[in-house]
């Protein structure tokens, strides 16, 4: 036997009263489900733990019947289901209050399935002061999409900027359409693998600052090297994203960190043209931290460094070459994000005077 579940709006979601039908193949007519694990934190978890029991009650209905589930909690919820023929003896009792003369119950088959609530999860996007919550909704391993009227909030959505320039960046139509591309998204899909960005970009970089064909002066200095490849732990990703950030920024600078000369510092080496330095793409990052400040600092590494490569100004050469993978996912999102955040002359949303965002972005005006 096997029983699914169907619910009501399509996925279920803590605080919202859930409707469960029943899909069912073998014999009976009656089922009875008892939760065996839950989410910690949860109604249900806290009454498998009391209780010291293996299971604990959570419905009986007709497989042709609907169940109302409110979880209180979101994740996952384990149910062992048994099914059962109900009906009566052959008979019908021979007498008032014969045993007989009840429906009776006969356990067919027992089979064990899942159920998952969804969670609302946020996230900071932005860097420094200039920033805003992104939220999404996930069922399963995968971003589904949610409306006011059905869960209550909705998402993708990036809400609560702290500034008028998150505000720019919030409003952006790249930055929204962005958002909205997560929705289907598994969750490995929507983060591609931070580690392969980095070890991508870190190829990328040692390709390009030494090709005489876009420096005057190749850049043997500011080399990454590959002890920098596969950082995988939380510590190695961040350590690693640091130290990339400073090579970069030295290497636009014309900076060779004291490696040819004795002192190092901005234009010490003429690695581009007339020995300018690519101030237009500085990044806004200048080190890792956290995980979330890993994950945004890896982003405006990527950015600054495709802007860099794309900056015909201080290179001898048109290009671009060496340019990192193109991003997807939240990767792509942030990094349009920190886009919006690091010019000075940002896309004015449509519903905004685009006098005030350069004012507000220009300037530092703030609306009175």
Same mark, same amino acid.
């Given at each position: 036997m096997a029983v699914t579940f169907t619910t009501q709006p399509q996925y279920a979601a803590a605080g919202r009263d859930t409707f469960v039908a029943f899909s069912v193949t073998g014999t009976g007519n009656f089922l009875r489900g008892f939760f065996t694990d839950a989410p910690i934190g949860s109604e249900v978890k806290t009454q498998l733990l009391n209780s010291g029991s293996a299971r604990v009650p959570a419905f009986d209905s007709d497989t042709d019947k609907t169940w109302t589930f409110r979880p209180d909690v979101g994740g996952v919820y384990s149910f062992q289901v048994e099914q059962y023929q109900k009906g009566t003896s052959n008979y019908g009792g021979g007498y008032q209050d014969s045993p007989d003369g009840f429906r009776t119950e006969t356990l067919t088959e027992t089979s064990n399935t899942t159920l998952s609530v969804g969670q609302k999860l946020t996230q900071r996007i932005g860097f420094g002061g200039d920033t805003a919550t992104l939220t999404l909704f996930v069922v399963g391993d995968v971003i589904r999409a949610t409306t006011f009227d059905q869960y209550?909030?909705?998402?993708?959505?990036?809400?609560?900027?702290?500034?008028?320039?998150a505000l720019t960046a919030s409003?952006?139509?790249?930055?929204?359409?962005? $958002?909205?591309?997560? !929705?289907?998204? $598994?969750?490995?899909t929507a983060l591609q693998n931070p580690p392969g960005i980095l070890d991508n970009i870190v190829a990328a970089f040692n390709a390009h600052i030494v090709d005489a064909t876009y420096h005057p002066t190749p850049d043997t200095d500011n080399g990454a090297?590959?002890?920098?490849?596969?950082?995988?732990?939380p510590e190695g990703l961040k350590r690693a994203v640091t130290q990339l950030l400073k090579l970069l920024d030295q290497h636009m600078r014309g900076d060779d960190g004291g490696t040819t000369t004795s002192t190092g510092g901005t234009g010490t080496r003429p690695y581009h043209v007339s020995s300018q330095?690519?101030?237009?793409?500085?990044?806004?990052?200048?080190?890792?931290?956290?995980?979330?400040?890993?994950? !945004?600092?890896?982003?405006?590494?990527w950015r600054a460094y495709d802007g860099h490569v794309r900056n015909a100004v201080v290179h001898s050469a048109p290009g671009p070459a060496h340019t990192p993978s193109p991003l997807f996912g939240l990767p792509k999102l942030h990094v349009l994000f920190l886009a919006q955040l690091s010019t000075p002359t940002p896309?004015?949303?449509?519903? !905004?005077?685009?006098? !005030?965002? $350069?004012?507000?972005?220009? $300037?530092?005006?703030?609306?009175a």
């Open positions: 209550g909030f909705t998402s993708p959505l990036i809400s609560d900027a702290k500034t008028p320039k409003l952006n139509p790249g930055v929204i359409a962005a $958002a909205a591309t997560l !929705v289907g998204m $598994a969750s490995a090297s590959a002890a920098y490849l596969s950082a995988e732990s330095t690519d101030w237009l793409n500085a990044a806004l990052a200048t080190n890792a931290g956290d995980t979330l400040d890993t994950f !945004v600092a890896l982003c405006d590494l896309t004015a949303p449509p519903s !905004v005077n685009a006098a !005030v965002t $350069a004012l507000i972005h220009g $300037a530092g005006f703030e609306e």
